[in-house]
């Protein structure tokens, strides 16, 4: 599938609650910055949160603009890995349909 000229999003944002360890900054960095590749038009800036949302719940809300189209996804999961995971595949998912 044919991307909008940028293998990556240029300006990624990650914001981590004090409770969340300060390894999930780079995996989340690492996991939505190539999503661009997959987008329709450019996509230079996402906006990533990651917060402890109970004992044992991590919540992971992204905010992508697409050319000025917000493409927004939130996962929730028992580790930071797997909630970013989980909006990663989201986000892939959307993407894939906003060529349509």
């Excluded at 990624?12 to 900054?25: K, Y």
């Excluded at 906006?47 to 992204?62: D, F, K, N, S």
């Amino acid at each position: 599938m044919k991307h909008a000229g940028a293998a990556e999003i240029g300006n990624v944002v990650v914001e981590l609650d004090g409770r969340i360890a300060t390894e999930a900054r780079k995996y989340a960095h690492d996991k939505i910055t190539p999503l661009a590749r997959y987008s329709p038009e450019l996509t230079e800036f996402a906006h990533v949160r990651l917060a402890a949302t109970g004992p044992r719940t991590i919540t992971v809300h992204v905010n992508l603009d697409v050319n000025g189209t917000p493409v927004v996804a939130k996962a929730e999961a028992a580790t930071f890995e797997e909630a970013v995971d989980a909006v990663h595949d989201q986000l892939h998912s959307r993407l894939l349909r906003m060529h349509n």
